[in-house]
């Protein structure tokens, strides 16, 4: 088939990818380019991607509006969506015979929304995955084609399962074009009542609130690795965490207190009593370091209290 892919970030390559050994990829469209530190223009992966594999390649500032044309005269037999970051009006849907599907990163209609990859994590689900839907003008609220499921691992951050679900969506992707190109797709509504939604990571919600239950704060720095990262303040200054682990023994202590400290780890007290190692941090103005390498050049205090300042 011919198809147009609509994808900005890392997570649509593998589908790209797998995507171009079977069908004609007749162009790629992504987001704008960003002007990122000391001015440098920043790629997306997916223009790297169209770039690299001499591609047609399309920067809409606003899809809908500039490119609907562009977008007909490509006589698309489907078009293929993932984390692409804009609206589609159903002028863009219905270009394309087969409409549009797209890639979504959780088991709908659970974790609708921008950030269902984070929230998995931040919620503590044990268990996620992909799922192939036909687009519409609700988000993520289209007929499902099929799902695919994976566990999350313990401990496992934001960009590790991002990496995991980007393969599947890719094998779940390719399975879905086989589906509709046979005509052997089935469409199954979602059920409304099930829904849940998944709204973008909010500055607000990146500092580390340490009156939290222990298990809150380690799926709230795991949500946030690679990035942005949670943070917490120390010595008037902020201090990354991008991994915690449990500590069995408890301590007597505030919350956000250090309550252990050796000379390979340290441990602070969440606001249900238990403790926490921090395993890798980053000072501000600093390289991000294993917990070891820190405390090698940095003098954490017993008593001291983060996110004091």
């Given amino acids: 088939m011919k198809i147009v892919f609509m994808g900005t970030p890392d997570f649509g390559v593998p589908a790209l990818e797998a995507i171009s050994k079977r069908h004609e990829l007749v162009a790629c469209v992504c987001q704008p380019d960003k002007t990122g530190a000391r001015g440098k223009t920043e790629y ?8 690299a594999h001499n591609l047609p390649l399309y920067q809409f500032e606003k899809v809908s509006r500039d490119g609907v044309e562009i977008l007909k005269s490509l006589s698309p ?16 849907i219905d270009i394309a015979p087969h409409g549009i599907i797209n890639i979504h990163g959780s088991l709908l209609p659970e974790l609708r929304g921008a950030g269902p990859i984070q929230y998995a994590v931040l919620l503590g689900y044990e268990r996620t995955g992909i799922t192939i839907l ?16 994976l566990d999350v691992l313990p401990y496992e951050t934001n960009g590790e399962l991002f990496a995991r679900l980007a393969v599947l969506g890719s094998e779940a992707v390719v399975e879905a074009l086989e589906l509709i190109e046979n005509g052997k797709a089935v469409y199954t509504p979602q059920d409304e009542s099930k829904a849940t939604f998944s709204a973008k990571i909010t500055a607000d919600m990146e500092k580390i609130d340490w009156n939290k239950p222990a298990r809150d704060v380690i799926n709230l720095v795991r949500a946030l690795n690679p990035s942005p990262a949670a943070w917490t303040t120390w010595q008037g200054a902020r201090l990354k965490i991008f991994a915690l682990r449990p500590c069995e023994t408890r301590y ?31 000072a501000e103005n600093a390289k991000r370091l294993d917990v070891q390498s820190f405390l090698c050049g940095k003098d954490v205090r017993i008593g001291t209290v983060l996110g004091n300042e």
Avoid: P
């Fill in 252 to 282: 007597e202590g505030a919350a956000g207190q250090v309550v252990m400290r050796s000379k390979k780890a340290f441990a602070v007290n969440c606001g249900d009593g238990n403790a926490v190692y921090v395993t890798e941090l980053q």
């Fill in 134 to 149: 036909n687009t519409v003008r609700k988000v993520d609220a289209g007929d499902i084609i099929l799902q695919k499921a």
């Fill in 44 to 51: 997306c992966a997916v223009k790297k991607f169209a770039l």
């Fill in 77 to 92: 037999d489907i078009m293929v969506t993932a984390a692409y970051g804009q609206i589609l009006s159903q002028e863009v």
